[in-house]
């Protein structure tokens, strides 16, 4: 799905070839500062590399349109972006944005329930816990309908026990939509439960070029 | 009606007495602005001494080229005196993005109302001309940096939003929205609260300038009212123009947020 070939970004990410399949779930692992985000936003095109191609689906995406390619490829990052309004607002933006057709309140109500969030739709959204927020955060794009996720450390907020409903509601619905699914972690036992692709970082080092071996399970 | 009493220079003088009594309680109070108070009275003094004389050749050699000039030179300082009033530092394609937006909203307005609103005949008269313009190009100015400034800290502070918008599959556009309607908000609440202030809180300068002159209250209040609604014109227009063009300027051709800014 995903094919990077030769990218440098200043002295942070080496990459000489990586291939990310679709259909599957790949988890990006790594330390702090190690690019795992940074990877994460050259996917979808909100940052571009210094040097090197990145293919989605035999395309380059320097050839499609960057807004087209973040509806389809829709990322989530760790600190979740809540705007001011409702809940209902904060997760129906995902699809104002993309100009998709807007989730109906079963939808909604389903999401929250699922997620846990005992909240009602007309709460503010900018009240609620770091916890709720990246929850609300999940839920925005999973409803937008995205060929790809991708999650940024998605249960950095939540406690162990929520953190495991989440992520089995996630894999669920990728499994049930056929979606592809990236995500960051620095929790290797979480990788190794649910990803069938990971991408370590761990060798990394500060000012020391490395090279992003794909590992398959 | 009576005419109207000429100040003689003592009388002038003695209009003074306000400033020497600021000067006294600031220095009293121990505050160290005696300077800035002095420079500033000087600075207003030359400046309408000299602007009353140039306005006098003006008005009796009326010329369209003189009073284009004048226009011209005013717009100038305007656009130079925004460049200066900006909290952060501004890239030259802002520069010249605020300078359009300025242009083109302030000379619309003035003559749409010159030519339509008061007809005036010749149209270059500068008894008309040049205090509507000085008029519309002030309050432009005000608009214009408020929503500049609006825009640049707007941009920054809510980074978070517009790059987690992008990411949502928004165009830069949609994406910069609330900074673009809270910087136009800004930019219009000054221009707003003086009309609803109008007449009850105060007498705006240029009807009381009339009334001064001579002019029937009821005719002042005529050119008030079109005058505050030609600045109302300009001030949005030069506003939504720069807020169209400018938060372009945070996004290069790939969609992304730049951080030139910062």
């Given at each position: 799905?995903?094919?990077?070939t030769?990218?440098?970004i200043n002295e942070?990410?080496?990459?000489?070839?990586?291939?990310i399949?679709?259909q599957?779930v790949?988890c990006?692992?790594?330390?702090?500062?190690?690019?795992k985000?940074?990877?994460l936003?050259?996917?979808n095109?909100?940052i571009?590399p210094?040097?090197?191609?990145?293919?989605?689906?035999k395309?380059l995406i320097?050839d499609?349109?960057?807004?087209?390619?973040?509806?389809?490829?829709?990322?989530?990052?760790?600190?979740?972006?809540?705007?001011?309004?409702?809940?209902?607002?904060?997760i129906?933006i995902?699809?104002k944005?993309?100009?998709k057709?807007?989730?109906?309140i079963?939808?909604?109500?389903?999401?929250l329930e699922?997620f846990?969030l005992?909240?009602?739709l007309?709460?503010?959204a900018?009240n609620?816990?770091g916890?709720?927020?990246?929850?609300?955060?999940?839920?925005r794009?999973?409803?937008?309908?995205?060929?790809?996720?991708?999650?940024d450390?998605p249960?950095?907020?939540?406690?162990?026990?929520?953190?495991e409903v989440v992520?089995?509601?996630i894999l669920?619905?990728?499994?049930d939509?056929?979606l592809?699914?990236i995500?960051?972690t620095?929790n290797k036992?979480?990788a190794?439960?649910?990803?069938?692709h990971?991408?370590?970082?761990?060798?990394?080092?500060?000012?020391?070029?490395?090279?992003?071996?794909?590992r398959?399970? | 009606?009576?005419?109207?009493?000429?100040?003689?220079?003592?009388?002038?003088?003695s209009?003074?007495?306000?400033?020497?009594?600021l000067?006294?309680?600031?220095?009293?109070?121990r505050?160290?602005r005696?300077k800035e108070?002095?420079?500033?009275t000087?600075?207003?003094?030359i400046?309408?001494?000299?602007?009353?004389?140039?306005?006098?050749?003006?008005?009796?050699?009326?010329?369209?080229?003189?009073?284009?000039f004048s226009?011209c030179?005013?717009q100038v300082?305007?656009?130079?005196?925004?460049?200066k009033?900006?909290n952060?530092k501004?890239?030259?394609?802002?520069?010249?993005?605020i300078?359009l937006?300025?242009t083109?909203?302030?000379f619309?307005?003035?003559f749409?109302?010159?030519f339509?609103?008061?007809?005036?005949?010749?149209?270059?008269?500068?008894?008309?001309f040049i205090?509507?313009a000085?008029m519309?190009?002030?309050?432009?100015?005000?608009?214009?940096?408020?929503?500049?400034?609006n825009?640049?800290?707007?941009?920054?502070?809510h980074r978070?939003?517009?790059e987690?918008a992008l990411?949502?599959?928004?165009t830069?556009k949609?994406?910069?929205?609330?900074?673009?309607?809270q910087?136009?908000d800004?930019?219009?609440?000054?221009t707003?609260?003086s009309?609803v202030?109008m007449?009850?809180?105060?007498?705006?300068?240029?009807?009381t300038g009339?009334?001064l002159?001579g002019?029937?209250p009821?005719?002042?209040i005529?050119?008030?009212?079109?005058?505050?609604l030609?600045?109302?014109?300009?001030?949005?227009?030069?506003?939504?123009?720069?807020?169209?063009?400018?938060?372009?300027?945070?996004?290069?051709?790939?969609?992304?947020l730049?951080h030139?800014?910062?």
């Amino acid at each position: 799905m995903y094919r990077l070939t030769n990218i440098k970004i200043n002295e942070l990410i080496k990459i000489d070839n990586l291939t990310i399949p679709g259909q599957s779930v790949t988890c990006i692992l790594g330390p702090s500062g190690s690019g795992k985000s940074t990877l994460l936003k050259l996917l979808n095109n909100m940052i571009t590399p210094d040097d090197g191609q990145i293919a989605y689906k035999k395309q380059l995406i320097s050839d499609l349109d960057p807004i087209q390619l973040r509806r389809k490829s829709v990322m989530v990052p760790q600190t979740p972006v809540i705007f001011d309004g409702t809940i209902k607002e904060n997760i129906t933006i995902g699809s104002k944005f993309s100009e998709k057709e807007p989730p109906s309140i079963k939808q909604l109500n389903g999401i929250l329930e699922e997620f846990q969030l005992n909240k009602n739709l007309n709460d503010n959204a900018l009240n609620l816990s770091g916890g709720e927020k990246q929850r609300i955060a999940i839920a925005r794009a999973l409803l937008m309908n995205p060929e790809v996720l991708m999650l940024d450390e998605p249960t950095s907020a939540l406690d162990e026990q929520t953190a495991e409903v989440v992520v089995h509601k996630i894999l669920e619905y990728v499994k049930d939509k056929d979606l592809s699914l990236i995500f960051v972690t620095h929790n290797k036992e979480l990788a190794a439960q649910v990803a069938d692709h990971t991408i370590d970082l761990m060798k990394y080092s500060l000012k020391k070029e490395m090279t992003i071996h794909e590992r398959n399970h | 009606m009576k005419e109207i009493i000429d100040l003689s220079f003592w009388q002038l003088l003695s209009a003074y007495v306000f400033i020497l009594i600021l000067i006294l309680i600031v220095k009293i109070k121990r505050i160290p602005r005696e300077k800035e108070i002095f420079l500033a009275t000087v600075r207003m003094t030359i400046q309408l001494i000299l602007a009353g004389y140039i306005l006098v050749y003006l008005f009796e050699n009326a010329h369209p080229i003189l009073t284009l000039f004048s226009i011209c030179i005013m717009q100038v300082f305007a656009i130079y005196n925004v460049y200066k009033r900006s909290n952060t530092k501004i890239n030259l394609q802002m520069k010249k993005i605020i300078a359009l937006s300025m242009t083109l909203g302030i000379f619309f307005s003035l003559f749409y109302f010159i030519f339509i609103v008061i007809n005036v005949s010749p149209w270059y008269e500068p008894r008309y001309f040049i205090p509507i313009a000085g008029m519309i190009i002030g309050n432009s100015m005000t608009g214009i940096t408020l929503g500049v400034n609006n825009l640049i800290t707007g941009m920054k502070s809510h980074r978070e939003e517009v790059e987690g918008a992008l990411m949502l599959g928004a165009t830069p556009k949609a994406a910069s929205k609330e900074v673009t309607n809270q910087a136009f908000d800004a930019a219009m609440i000054p221009t707003i609260n003086s009309m609803v202030g109008m007449g009850i809180v105060f007498l705006p300068g240029l009807m009381t300038g009339q009334i001064l002159s001579g002019t029937s209250p009821v005719v002042a209040i005529e050119y008030q009212i079109a005058v505050i609604l030609g600045i109302v014109g300009s001030v949005s227009l030069s506003v939504i123009l720069f807020l169209h063009l400018g938060y372009k300027q945070f996004f290069n051709d790939r969609s992304q947020l730049i951080h030139e800014h910062d």
